[in-house]
């Protein structure tokens, strides 16, 4: 097999899972429409003082839009899984690495950019900060493809699985941990007027690893899940 | 089927004390065939006898407990496999939301494309040509089996893998399985496919590789000769039918 | 080299380890409850009361033993990973979930006794100490591999997955610590060392050492034990296992009736 | 006697702690015992059933 068919595989790829989110976009508003009520929760939890949203909103934006992936996370293989697609796909002569990483970015494409599009929305709901705001779209833009990444490698270890849905979120969130720490102390940084550049390199490191390590390891994964 | 031709070509399959087991419990072998190029072999045996993880372990899918698998005479590896190899599963591997041409489109990308075949006349050879545009979903169990087999046909690769390609046709769709098969064999192509012998491949010269549900006594290891997994106990020799057995003087 | 991956083969497969462990795990009891017990006197008797904390400092004897052992379960148990999905070895798989229960115990015993030492010392049960944090994520890690090993049917399969979960938390662990450390000092919380910075005394220091061994001998001996079952299940159908299931009587423990068998 | 017993204070939460870490070590090691008898009787079963069913067959 030749470098070209292997790019004409992946675009093949890129395009069948377009055209396919395409066919069912109403179910891509479904993160959005999650996020804003998570978000809307924590007024009506904690009182509508401004003072005290302005506080969290960054926080609060971080955790929704990390729970919104969450849930879009489990599309990213079970359609494929259950039509028997991902067999195809690990039978092809390409790299499955290759092919897997094609899969998450197009599924971060349609799932994560436009949550990373609604941030700004979300944080005038919590009364965000004017210069918190550049901060968090740019740590959003860094934390969310890490997410996926490390997401798919749990995703692909529990696509056997008829209920997997609360085992992916035990076996995810702790994973996320730091990315969520990085993410949000970033944004908690730049509220409080102290220097932010240092969590966003750390993300920004993290993200060029995870590019190069997650797709062969979601790779290994699924083969481990598909025996 | 004479040994003569046997020695002068290595088979295109070969499997040597292929078992694979699930829990420690076996799930089908050890079993000794050989597949040559233009042969078409029916994996024939009874409900949960393992045919289909059969086909699987052969695919690359699953990995064998025991015994090893050869390609051209090359012991397997995955690589080595997917390019030379179609597999059609229970899981038909069709987007309902898609096309029967996108679906073969998609596939023609993925896996490359046989020479002098293209998605619109691999549609037409399964008989399919007016649902180039109806999303799949819309299709009928016996058309979307139809669309599969246009899939497995697209494939460049000499081995096909096919579980139950009979199911949900009609009388037409199995003659035209059996003149799909016999068109690959003659291309020197070769295919294993598995039915529960109802409506068997009749034309070229036919031969089956019985899988039966695993006699008991294998499963506690009692009554086997000593010396357990070493390649050489084939159940095809219990049933009287001969797959052929490389290494075996005839 | 010879000699060496003999002693690893031989030691790999399952009837002679099976036999190793049956003549080991007793001695790795004994041993630390002999150990564990002398270490107790030492801690609780001998050891004088710490001029700041008073009496109450007498819960490092227990606590830091098993923050170490909820490490080092985690590192043994990410290692064996390793092996079992480079190699395949079958040992290593079982080696790896036996010893993901035990971690979880003693992490589990970390975080209560952290708590209940906490509470005297700083006047709360749970403070978002970066240690205490890191400790939690590290529970959730265990329980994420017990569940997925767990919910997955085929017992081979079920290990390698697991596996490979710990193996991909053992690359996270050390980034939580740090993200955990530099979250901390940003919010400058209610951070209060339990061990400051003086020096400990060596009547203080002995027990704990000789805790810890205990621990690590326990553990072992748990191990053993759960990889023997372990061995057994994904072996059921091998001659060694048949004939000790045959030895075995209905509702008997296995080990009265294992030993008329040798 | 009881001032060793009181901890200075401390004893609730001393010895609290040391019976969380005695009652916890103390099921995870007996929780191998039972997970042998329960492996140990499905074997059993699993052999018989395979027995019953070799029987009838040469």
Not at chain 2, 10 to 17: C, K, N, Q, T
Not at chain 3, 138 to 163: K, M, P, S, T
Not at chain 4, 16 to 36: E, T
Request: charged content about 15%.
């Amino acid at each position: 097999m030749t470098a070209g068919s292997t790019l004409i595989a992946c675009r093949a790829l890129v395009r069948r899972d377009l055209t396919l989110v395409w066919r069912r976009r109403g179910d891509a508003l479904n993160p959005i429409l999650f996020a804003l009520i998570v978000v809307a929760l924590f007024p009506l939890a904690l009182g509508p003082e401004p003072e005290v949203l302005r506080r969290i909103a960054a926080g609060v934006i971080f955790v929704a839009l990390l729970l919104a992936g969450l849930l879009a996370l489990d599309t990213l293989f079970r359609s494929d899984y259950e039509d028997g697609s991902l067999e195809q796909l690990v039978l092809s002569p390409h790299p499955l690495a290759l092919l897997l990483a094609c899969k998450i970015a197009v599924h971060w494409f349609t799932t994560a950019l436009p949550l990373i599009v609604a941030a700004p929305l979300l944080g005038e709901l919590l009364h965000l900060a004017d210069p918190v705001r550049p901060v968090l779209l740019a740590a959003l833009l860094l934390a969310t493809p890490l997410l996926s990444l490390i997401g798919a490698i749990c995703v692909a270890l529990t696509v056997g699985m008829h209920r997997s849905g609360m085992l992916l979120a035990l076996l995810v969130l702790p994973l996320y941990v730091p990315v969520l720490i990085f993410g949000a102390g970033a944004c908690n940084a730049a509220g409080n007027a102290l220097p932010y550049a240092a969590p966003l390199l750390w993300l920004g490191a993290a993200l060029v690893v995870a590019l190069v390590v997650a797709p062969l390891a979601c790779a290994a994964a699924l083969r481990i899940s598909l025996s | 089927m004479s040994p003569l031709t046997e020695i002068s070509r290595p088979p295109l399959l070969e499997a040597r004390g292929l078992a694979f087991a699930r829990n420690d419990e076996p799930v089908f072998g050890p079993l000794d065939f050989v597949l040559h190029t233009g042969e078409v072999v029916l994996i024939e045996g009874d409900n949960g006898s393992g045919k289909t993880t059969l086909l699987r372990v052969l695919s690359g899918l699953l990995t064998p407990t025991e015994g090893e698998i050869r390609l051209h005479g090359a012991p397997l590896t995955l690589d080595l496999l997917s390019p030379q190899v179609a597999l059609l599963s229970h899981a038909n591997g069709l987007k309902p939301e898609l096309t029967a041409l996108e679906n073969l489109r998609f596939a023609a990308g993925l896996h490359g494309l046989r020479h002098g075949i293209s998605p619109p006349t691999a549609l037409a050879g399964v008989g399919m040509d007016g649902y180039a545009d109806v999303p799949t979903r819309r299709l009928s169990a016996g058309q979307k089996k139809r669309v599969a087999l246009a899939r497995v046909l697209l494939a460049p690769v000499a081995l096909w893998l096919l579980d139950e390609p009979y199911a949900n046709l009609d009388p037409e769709g199995i003659g035209l399985v059996n003149r799909l098969l016999e068109n690959h064999a003659h291309r020197g192509g070769a295919a294993l496919i598995t039915s529960h012998g109802a409506y068997a491949y009749t034309s070229g010269t036919p031969r089956s590789i019985p899988l039966h549900a695993r006699p008991a006594r294998d499963l506690t290891g009692e009554g086997r000769p000593r010396g357990d997994g070493l390649p050489g106990h084939s159940l095809g020799d219990d049933a009287g039918l001969s797959p052929a057995r490389p290494g075996t003087p005839p | 080299m010879n000699v060496l991956t003999y002693w690893f083969h031989k030691l790999g497969s399952p009837p002679v380890f099976d036999r190793l462990a049956r003549v080991l795990a007793p001695w790795c009891y004994g041993l630390a409850l002999v150990l564990g017990a002398i270490a107790l006197y030492g801690g609780l008797a001998l050891a004088p009361a710490d001029y700041q904390q008073g009496d109450a400092y007498r819960i490092i004897f227990i606590h830091v033993p098993a923050a170490w052992m909820s490490l080092f379960a985690y590192i043994f148990m990410a290692v064996n990973a390793f092996i079992a999905l480079v190699w395949r070895i079958k040992l290593s798989e079982v080696l790896a979930m036996a010893s993901a229960p035990t971690g979880a115990a003693f992490t589990f015993i970390t975080l209560v006794t952290g708590s209940l030492w906490g509470k005297p010392m700083w006047g709360t049960w749970w403070t978002w100490d970066a240690r205490l944090t890191s400790e939690l994520v590290l529970l959730f890690l265990y329980l994420g591999v017990i569940g997925l090993y767990h919910a997955i049917e085929d017992r081979r399969q079920a290990a390698r997955a697991a596996g490979f979960l710990a193996l991909v938390g053992v690359v996270n662990l050390p980034i939580v610590h740090f993200s955990v450390n530099w979250w901390n000092t940003l919010h400058q919380g209610s951070t209060v060392r339990l061990l400051g910075p003086s020096k400990i005394d060596a009547a203080m220091l002995w027990p704990l050492l000789l805790m810890a061994l205990a621990t690590h001998l326990w553990f072992f001996g748990t191990l053993l034990a759960r990889t023997r079952n372990g061995l057994l299940e994904i072996d059921g159908g091998k001659d060694w296992a048949r004939s000790i299931v045959l030895a075995s009587q209905p509702g008997a423990a296995g080990a009265a009736t294992e030993r008329s068998h040798v | 006697m009881s001032d060793f017993l009181a901890m200075g204070g401390y004893g609730t939460y001393v010895w609290s702690s040391y019976a969380v870490f005695f009652i916890v070590l103390a099921i995870d090691a007996l929780a191998p015992r039972a997970q042998r008898r329960r492996v140990l009787a499905e074997l059993r079963g699993r052999l018989l059933r395979r027995r019953s069913r070799t029987l009838p067959t040469p």
